[in-house]
């Protein structure tokens, strides 16, 4: 039954022997189920090396002033040269104006495809209508 269907995991097999009739464990199903030999799926690592040049990377940072100021930076970083698209400070941040920066930063016509940033509120539903404008595809980073 493995071999017939290789997507199948030892619970869904062990539930289909159980409708047919066939008092066995799980633990045993998956002792004789046949390994599968495909290579594994591309890894993160993978991924990077095969596609740095579509890819880019934001992240915004604060940086406290002498004067007890606060200051936001924006910094826009491209994976295939590892060099800086873009970057700007401002005192206070909206998601206007990094939906700008974004802009000034990628151009209409040298957009990279992906664009990797975290999930900070500061970038708003602004900042993703642009990016889908332009033809970049948001890929915010898990929550943890």
């Known amino acids: 039954m493995s071999i017939a269907n290789p997507l199948w995991g030892a ?3 062990h ?3 159980l409708k047919l009739g066939i008092d066995i464990g799980q633990t ?21 090396r095969n596609h740095a040049d579509g890819i880019a990377a934001m992240d915004m940072f604060v940086v ?5 100021r606060l200051l936001y930076g924006l910094l826009i970083m ?14 206070h941040p909206t ?8 802009t000034e930063a990628c ?12 999930r900070d ?7 993703i209508r642009r990016l889908r404008s332009i033809g970049i595809r948001d890929r915010p980073t898990s929550p943890r």
Request: glycine content about 10%.
């Open 121 to 127: 509120g500061a970038y708003g539903e602004i900042l």
């Open 95 to 102: 998601a206007e104006w990094i939906a700008n920066q974004v």
């Open 11 to 13: 619970p869904r097999i």
């Open 78 to 91: 491209g994976h295939g040269r590892r060099h800086i698209l873009w970057f700007g400070v401002t005192a």
């Open 107 to 118: 151009g209409w016509e040298q957009a990279p495809r992906y664009l990797i940033r975290d």
């Open 64 to 68: 406290p002033t002498i004067s007890f």
């Open 15 to 17: 539930g289909e022997l």
């Open 28 to 48: 045993s199903v998956a002792k004789y189920m046949v390994r599968r030999r495909d290579p594994p799926s591309q890894g993160w690592r993978t991924f990077l």
